[in-house]
């Protein structure tokens, strides 16, 4: 089976083509062969936490509806594992491989079901109830119940919908809670050009190394602690540990192609789409995402080290699909 990364703006067209907008018609042939592909078991099209941020930023109830069903249509419940569930996993093996320890590391479920697991928070699940107006609900029920109900309420969850008679403009936009953690990334990057300036651009990837470094040493360290790996260790190997660390070193090629043209400014959008590439590159076969994040992955190579394709375009997927 096919796992595909959509990011926002494809799920905007596949949108558009569901409910018949004009824009949308150039995608409507896509939208039934992908959802041919669903069906079949050809294919999964998983969301990550990012979709559920570009999402929210939709002011239009209406729009946000359409958009979530779409995506709710090809997804199902379908969703990605955070960076703060995956890299602290992805860091400990990276030690047992890197030194050769004599450690065994569960493996993780990088897929999973619903907003719980799109944001490691299982608070965020529907659990159905064990009784209703004072009888217990037998577990059939409760199991039917949970089949039923569990789908339109990650829809309500994807769309940031409110309850009935609670104006729009009350709901939870995610977006804005990370607002100022998306100002600190772009002030994070215009300090390591201004540091790769002083220094010298012949130094850039030793820079992008250590920044990476740094953005983890914490984990690294608590990781380094369980498995018996001291500070001089952790030190002495930062490149080999960074290259196994996959959703890592798929950032810091990514701010490296973007550091290594210091024309193109960082802005507040940058993080969502880098945190979600970050993620989806190395555990998903094909991720359709903008030309110009396709561009920098491609001449720096990411895709092929997984034997995976990064792509501007569903035609691609369609290919790949044989439709």
């Not at 995608?27 to 079949?40: K, Q, R």
């Not at 993780?108 to 299982?122: C, T």
């Not at 107006?133 to 089949?147: F, N, S, T, Y």
């Not at 507040?268 to 995402?289: E, F, G, M, R």
Request: charged letters at 25%; a neutral charge; one cysteine or more.
């Amino acid at each position: 089976m096919l796992t595909v990364y959509l990011d926002q703006n494809k799920w905007i067209d596949l949108a558009r083509a569901k409910t018949g907008h004009p824009l949308g018609a150039p995608f409507v042939e896509t939208l039934a062969a992908l959802t041919s592909a669903v069906n079949e078991g050809r294919a999964r099209f998983p969301l990550s936490s990012a979709h559920y941020y570009e999402t929210g930023k939709q002011r239009d109830r209406r729009k946000r509806q359409e958009l979530a069903t779409t995506m709710m249509h090809l997804s199902g419940t379908l969703r990605l594992a955070p960076p703060h569930a995956i890299v602290p996993w992805e860091i400990r093996r990276a030690l047992v491989t890197v030194f050769g320890l004599p450690h065994a590391i569960p493996d993780m479920a990088i897929f999973g079901e619903g907003a719980a697991h799109a944001f490691a928070r299982p608070a965020l699940g529907y659990t159905a109830p064990t009784e209703w107006e004072g009888h217990a609900l037998p577990p059939v029920a409760r199991m039917e119940l949970q089949r039923r109900v569990s789908p339109k309420y990650e829809t309500l969850l994807l769309a940031g919908a409110t309850p009935d008679g609670v104006p729009d403009d009350m709901r939870l936009v995610l977006n804005d809670v990370k607002s100022l953690t998306d100002e600190r990334f772009v002030q994070g990057q215009r300090n390591v050009a201004e540091a790769i300036a002083n220094i010298g651009r012949h130094r850039l990837e030793e820079v992008m190394i250590a920044s990476t470094y740094a953005d983890i040493m914490d984990l690294l360290v608590r990781a380094g602690i369980e498995l018996g790996v001291g500070m001089d260790k952790l030190l002495d190997n930062m490149r080999p540990i960074v290259e196994a660390i996959p959703s890592r070193w798929v950032e810091m090629k990514l701010r490296h192609q973007r550091q290594a043209n210091p024309q193109k400014a960082w802005d507040s959008h940058d993080l969502n789409d880098v945190t979600a590439l970050a993620i989806a590159v190395p555990y998903c076969d094909v991720v359709v995402t903008e030309r110009s994040w396709t561009s920098m992955l491609n001449v720096a190579k990411v895709p092929a080290r997984f034997s995976h394709m990064v792509t501007p375009s569903l035609r691609d997927v369609m290919d790949l699909l044989g439709t």
